[in-house]
Protein backbone atom coordinates (compact mmCIF):
# COMPACT_ATOMS: atom_id res chain seq x y z
CA UNK A 1 0.00 0.00 0.00
CA UNK A 2 2.81 2.43 1.01
CA UNK A 3 4.64 1.70 -2.60
CA UNK A 4 1.25 2.30 -4.36
CA UNK A 5 0.74 6.07 -2.68
CA UNK A 6 4.39 6.77 -3.52
CA UNK A 7 3.44 5.92 -7.37
CA UNK A 8 0.63 8.36 -7.48
CA UNK A 9 2.44 10.81 -5.46
CA UNK A 10 5.93 10.59 -7.04
CA UNK A 11 4.94 8.81 -10.60
CA UNK A 12 1.67 9.54 -11.33
CA UNK A 13 2.32 13.85 -11.89
CA UNK A 14 4.75 12.91 -14.18
CA UNK A 15 2.65 10.67 -15.98
CA UNK A 16 -0.03 13.33 -16.44
CA UNK A 17 2.52 16.01 -17.38
CA UNK A 18 3.18 13.46 -20.12
CA UNK A 19 0.04 12.95 -21.60
CA UNK A 20 -0.43 16.62 -21.42
CA UNK A 21 2.48 16.97 -23.42
CA UNK A 22 1.84 14.53 -25.46
CA UNK A 23 -2.07 15.99 -26.11
CA UNK A 24 -0.63 18.73 -26.70
CA UNK A 25 1.19 17.62 -30.08
CA UNK A 26 -1.58 15.60 -30.93
CA UNK A 27 -3.45 18.64 -31.32
CA UNK A 28 -1.21 20.55 -32.68
CA UNK A 29 -0.42 17.80 -35.30
CA UNK A 30 -4.09 17.46 -35.88
CA UNK A 31 -4.38 21.16 -36.60
CA UNK A 32 -1.83 21.00 -39.19
CA UNK A 33 -3.31 17.85 -40.99
CA UNK A 34 -6.59 19.70 -41.34
CA UNK A 35 -4.88 22.83 -42.79
CA UNK A 36 -3.21 20.74 -45.32
CA UNK A 37 -6.10 19.12 -46.15
CA UNK A 38 -7.89 22.21 -46.65
CA UNK A 39 -5.42 23.35 -48.69
CA UNK A 40 -5.12 20.28 -50.93
CA UNK A 41 -9.13 20.76 -51.23
CA UNK A 42 -8.83 24.38 -51.92
CA UNK A 43 -6.11 23.83 -54.22
CA UNK A 44 -7.90 21.04 -56.09
CA UNK A 45 -11.25 23.00 -56.58
CA UNK A 46 -9.26 25.54 -57.85
CA UNK A 47 -7.55 23.69 -60.38
CA UNK A 48 -11.00 22.39 -61.31
CA UNK A 49 -12.59 25.48 -61.88
CA UNK A 50 -9.51 26.72 -63.69
CA UNK A 51 -9.60 23.61 -66.21
CA UNK A 52 -13.49 24.38 -67.07
CA UNK A 53 -12.48 28.17 -68.10
CA UNK A 54 -9.92 26.72 -70.34
CA UNK A 55 -12.33 24.53 -72.03
CA UNK A 56 -14.62 27.07 -72.23
CA UNK A 57 -14.39 30.99 -73.59
CA UNK A 58 -17.86 31.84 -72.14
CA UNK A 59 -16.28 30.61 -68.70
CA UNK A 60 -13.38 31.93 -68.87
CA UNK A 61 -15.08 35.68 -69.86
CA UNK A 62 -15.50 35.76 -65.75
CA UNK A 63 -12.00 35.03 -64.79
CA UNK A 64 -11.24 38.08 -67.00
CA UNK A 65 -10.26 40.84 -64.53
CA UNK A 66 -7.60 42.61 -65.98
CA UNK A 67 -7.42 46.66 -66.56
CA UNK A 68 -7.10 45.83 -70.18
CA UNK A 69 -8.53 43.96 -73.09
CA UNK A 70 -6.91 40.96 -73.42
CA UNK A 71 -7.36 38.88 -75.98
CA UNK A 72 -9.35 35.45 -75.94
CA UNK A 73 -6.36 33.31 -76.74
CA UNK A 74 -3.90 35.23 -74.30
CA UNK A 75 -6.22 34.93 -71.29
CA UNK A 76 -6.31 31.09 -71.55
CA UNK A 77 -2.78 31.13 -71.48
CA UNK A 78 -2.92 33.66 -68.60
CA UNK A 79 -5.27 31.26 -67.06
CA UNK A 80 -2.89 28.89 -67.67
CA UNK A 81 0.08 30.87 -66.40
CA UNK A 82 -2.03 31.36 -62.89
CA UNK A 83 -2.59 27.14 -62.98
CA UNK A 84 1.86 26.84 -63.01
CA UNK A 85 1.84 29.32 -60.12
CA UNK A 86 -0.46 28.57 -58.41
CA UNK A 87 0.50 24.67 -58.81
CA UNK A 88 4.13 25.61 -57.51
CA UNK A 89 2.80 27.55 -54.69
CA UNK A 90 0.63 25.11 -53.21
CA UNK A 91 3.56 22.74 -53.55
CA UNK A 92 5.61 25.13 -50.86
CA UNK A 93 2.90 26.13 -48.60
CA UNK A 94 1.99 21.99 -48.11
CA UNK A 95 5.71 21.53 -47.80
CA UNK A 96 6.11 19.50 -51.26
CA UNK A 97 8.96 22.31 -51.89
CA UNK A 98 10.85 24.05 -49.68
CA UNK A 99 11.37 28.04 -50.14
CA UNK A 100 14.66 27.62 -52.19
CA UNK A 101 13.01 25.07 -54.88
CA UNK A 102 10.20 27.35 -55.26
CA UNK A 103 12.30 30.34 -56.13
CA UNK A 104 14.33 27.94 -58.14
CA UNK A 105 11.03 26.80 -59.83
CA UNK A 106 9.42 30.43 -60.16
CA UNK A 107 12.99 31.18 -61.61
CA UNK A 108 12.20 28.84 -64.53
CA UNK A 109 8.94 29.76 -65.53
CA UNK A 110 9.88 33.70 -65.61
CA UNK A 111 11.59 32.74 -68.71
CA UNK A 112 8.28 32.50 -70.83
CA UNK A 113 7.42 36.05 -71.88
CA UNK A 114 3.60 35.28 -71.56
CA UNK A 115 4.37 34.12 -67.92
CA UNK A 116 6.07 38.01 -67.57
CA UNK A 117 3.28 39.28 -69.10
CA UNK A 118 1.00 37.44 -67.20
CA UNK A 119 2.63 38.27 -63.67
CA UNK A 120 2.79 41.86 -64.73
CA UNK A 121 -0.75 42.29 -65.69
CA UNK A 122 -1.99 40.96 -62.54
CA UNK A 123 -0.39 43.20 -60.49
CA UNK A 124 -3.29 44.41 -59.14
CA UNK A 125 -5.04 41.35 -57.96
CA UNK A 126 -2.23 40.71 -55.41
CA UNK A 127 -2.32 44.37 -54.13
CA UNK A 128 -5.69 42.98 -51.95
CA UNK A 129 -3.75 40.13 -49.93
CA UNK A 130 -3.01 40.42 -46.56
CA UNK A 131 0.56 41.35 -46.39
CA UNK A 132 2.07 39.00 -43.97
CA UNK A 133 0.37 35.94 -45.64
CA UNK A 134 2.59 33.66 -47.47
CA UNK A 135 0.83 34.47 -50.96
CA UNK A 136 2.04 38.18 -50.62
CA UNK A 137 5.14 36.72 -49.55
CA UNK A 138 5.73 34.61 -52.42
CA UNK A 139 4.09 37.44 -54.31
CA UNK A 140 6.94 39.77 -53.58
CA UNK A 141 9.76 37.00 -53.67
CA UNK A 142 8.44 36.77 -57.31
CA UNK A 143 7.88 40.53 -57.84
CA UNK A 144 11.66 40.65 -56.70
CA UNK A 145 13.17 37.59 -58.77
CA UNK A 146 10.98 39.24 -62.34
CA UNK A 147 12.61 42.81 -61.55
CA UNK A 148 16.31 40.77 -61.49
CA UNK A 149 15.75 39.27 -64.29
CA UNK A 150 14.30 42.25 -66.39
CA UNK A 151 17.45 44.46 -65.50
CA UNK A 152 20.22 41.19 -65.69
CA UNK A 153 23.05 42.08 -67.83
CA UNK A 154 23.25 38.21 -68.47
CA UNK A 155 21.69 35.18 -70.65
CA UNK A 156 22.82 33.07 -67.48
CA UNK A 157 19.43 33.46 -65.98
CA UNK A 158 19.68 30.37 -63.66
CA UNK A 159 22.47 32.61 -61.39
CA UNK A 160 20.13 36.13 -61.52
CA UNK A 161 18.57 36.76 -58.76
CA UNK A 162 18.70 36.51 -54.67
CA UNK A 163 17.77 33.25 -53.65
CA UNK A 164 16.59 32.80 -50.41
CA UNK A 165 19.10 32.06 -47.50
CA UNK A 166 18.78 29.20 -44.70
CA UNK A 167 17.81 31.06 -42.59
CA UNK A 168 14.31 32.14 -44.64
CA UNK A 169 13.82 28.55 -45.20
CA UNK A 170 10.51 27.55 -43.66
CA UNK A 171 9.54 24.39 -42.02
CA UNK A 172 5.87 24.01 -43.52
CA UNK A 173 3.65 20.88 -42.40
Not at 15 to 43: S, V
Not at 66 to 71: C, G, K, L, N, R
Not at 147 to 171: F, M
Request: aromatic share 8%; glycine share 6%; with cysteine.
Amino acid sequence: MATQKYWIREIGPAAMAGLAITTGALTLAAARLRRHMALAEQHRLHFALLCKALEDETLAAVLDTYDSEVPADRHRQFLFANALYTNALHAYRTGAMSLGELYGHLRVICQNPIFREYWEITRHHRASLRRSSEEAEVGRLMDELARDLLEADTDEWWVVGHPPGEQQERNHP
